[in-house]
């Protein structure tokens, strides 16, 4: 007979029902709002893109393509980016600072989760900072959002350094001592070249100091929307490991029988919504059709339980509470590293659709890993 998790084991927070646990995770993390100004036509909307690994905003070559504020939310709900059209279409500096300071306090009139937590002001490297630029700085500051300064498509030479005009830039900039957030400006390359032969550069850092210069409470929504920083993506996963080892730790108190190790199907699923919706994978291709839950209620529930023997020595024939530990950390690592492959592109998101493959995919990681 199955016996009942230990009262309380589960805390309310912890919801165990898949879509609840996305939903909830996404909730819990709040919402980053970014803002990106700069001339049209500089690549902010190439630089948003290539950071949060999804179109958060219309690009265009050559010609303006948002007027006034765009809101553009990300598909996970954990970010919004508000782009601030071009300053160059036709009004003064003045005209543009009243402009910009009704934007933010009519931004500022609504509750505060829905105040703008980071700036990022945009000059291509082959521009000159005006003083209308520096107004507009200037302006943002005095609003209390933090802005940094970024130079886009700065190209590298062969030694791998950035353009000595980007660089010559850069050093007049700093040297304004303006009302930064960072003193340094961040050089950048969205795309890269492949036919000059350098990657994107300098993405990593902005984000870094993105994380550094939000509030608190926004960081986590940051790290679920962004897609190129796995290593701060798998920090998050393995506390979210940890949570739920613990609970089913404390399930396993009373030593579970592998016939009804079921028990800890619940626990596992809500564990992989949540770091799902960590990686950023929508939820509809999470949750739709059966592969992932048939997945894990054959690894968890019974086949990897009775074979448990053959990978974890010394299980026996119930599951203990460091088994069911052991058994949802690895689920939980294993499920963090294909969703890792899923994102930056080594694994198919097919394999979602196919329980026997998903299967076979997490039973040789969760080998690798115990």
């Known amino acids: 007979m199955t016996q009942p998790p230990p009262s309380g084991a589960i805390p309310a927070s912890w919801k165990q029902d898949p879509d609840a646990a996305y939903s909830d995770y996404v909730a819990s993390a709040g919402t980053a709002r970014l803002a990106i100004l700069g001339a049209t036509g500089v690549g902010k909307s190439t630089l948003v893109n290539s950071i949060f690994g999804t179109v958060v905003a219309p690009t265009g070559i050559g010609e303006p393509v948002t007027e006034g504020v765009n809101k553009h939310v990300h598909h996970s709900g954990a970010l919004v980016v508000y782009d601030f059209e071009g300053f160059e279409l036709g009004r003064s500096t003045k005209q543009s600072i009243t402009w910009l300071e009704q934007q933010f306090n ?39 959002v933090p802005v940094v300064v970024v130079l886009t498509q700065v190209p590298l030479g062969r030694d791998g350094q950035p ?37 994107p550069h300098g993405l990593k850092l902005l984000l870094e100091w993105t994380f550094r210069l939000a509030p608190e409470g926004k960081v986590r929504a940051f790290t679920i929307a962004q897609g190129i920083d796995m290593a701060a993506k798998r ?35 809500a564990l992989i919504a949540r770091i799902g919706a960590l990686y950023g994978l929508p939820k509809a291709m999470l949750l739709s059709g059966s592969g992932l839950t048939t997945t894990v209620t054959t690894l968890v529930g019974r086949q990897l339980v009775a074979s448990a023997t053959k990978v974890i020595p010394g299980v026996g024939s119930v599951v203990s509470a460091t088994v069911a530990a052991t058994l949802t950390t690895a689920t939980g690592l294993a499920w963090a590293k294909i969703c890792e492959g ?20 997490f039973t040789a990681v969760m080998r690798r890993k115990i």
């Open 342 to 361: 899923i994102v930056t592109g080594k694994i198919s998101a097919d394999v979602l659709k196919n329980g026997s493959a998903l299967t076979e995919l």
């Open 163 to 199: 353009h000595p005009d980007a660089i010559a830039l850069a050093q007049v900039i700093e040297g304004m001592r303006l009302p930064l957030a960072h003193p340094r400006v961040f050089l950048t390359d969205a795309l890269g070249d492949v036919h000059l032969g350098y990657p």
């Open 106 to 144: 009519r931004n500022r009139k609504g509750e505060r989760a829905e105040l703008i937590d980071v700036a990022w002001y945009c000059l291509q490297w082959r521009d000159r900072i005006s003083q209308g630029q520096v107004d507009l700085i200037e302006a943002i500051n005095k609003l209390g």
């Open 235 to 269: 920090r998050e996963a393995q506390k979210l490991v940890g949570v739920a080892g613990t609970l089913a730790a404390g399930m396993g108190a009373i030593p579970i029988p592998f016939a009804d190790a079921t028990v800890l199907v619940p626990t596992q699923l």
